[in-house]
Nanobody, 125 residues
Framework: QVRLVESGGGLVQEGGSLRLSCTAS???????LGWFRQTPGKEREGVAS????????YYSDSTKGRFTVARDNAKNTLYLQMNNVRPEDTAQYTC???????????????????WGRGTQVTVSS
């Protein structure tokens, strides 16, 4: 079973940038990947997802145009580049892997079967 470990979280000022990484214990070639976030008392929200080769990506409406998801299969790593962050982006960010294919309507947690433990991102205003 693939294990996922996130890194790169921290404190960032509003308008700043941050890059999250998610490193896997094995090859990610056969997995579709995604990023999710959650704050206490709220449901988990899909942030971005990416297909096996990176040819297709999907974003939530709240992150489209500001966040970029990418993968490096040679390094077994998934990335989330977060630009122009806002206080409402504050959350625990978790990466996920699944066998696919991805749903095209949005970033859905039902597409994923393996989850990391998360990394905290806090945006100060």
């Amino acid at each position: 079973q693939v294990r996922l470990v996130e890194s790169g979280g921290g404190l960032v000022q509003e308008g700043g940038s941050l890059r999250l990484s998610c490193t896997a214990s094995e090859s990610l070639d056969d997995y579709v990947l995604g990023w999710f976030r959650q704050t206490p008392g709220k449901e988990r929200e899909g942030v971005a997802s990416i297909s096996w080769t990176g040819g297709s990506t999907y974003y939530s409406d709240s992150t489209k145009g500001r966040f970029t998801v990418a993968r490096d299969n040679a390094k077994n790593t998934l990335y989330l580049q977060m630009n122009n962050v806002r206080p409402e982006d504050t959350a625990q960010y978790t990466c996920a892997a699944g066998n696919g294919p991805l749903q095209t309507g949005g970033v859905e947690d039902s597409d994923f079967t393996h989850w990391g433990r998360g990394t905290q991102v806090t945006v100060s205003s």
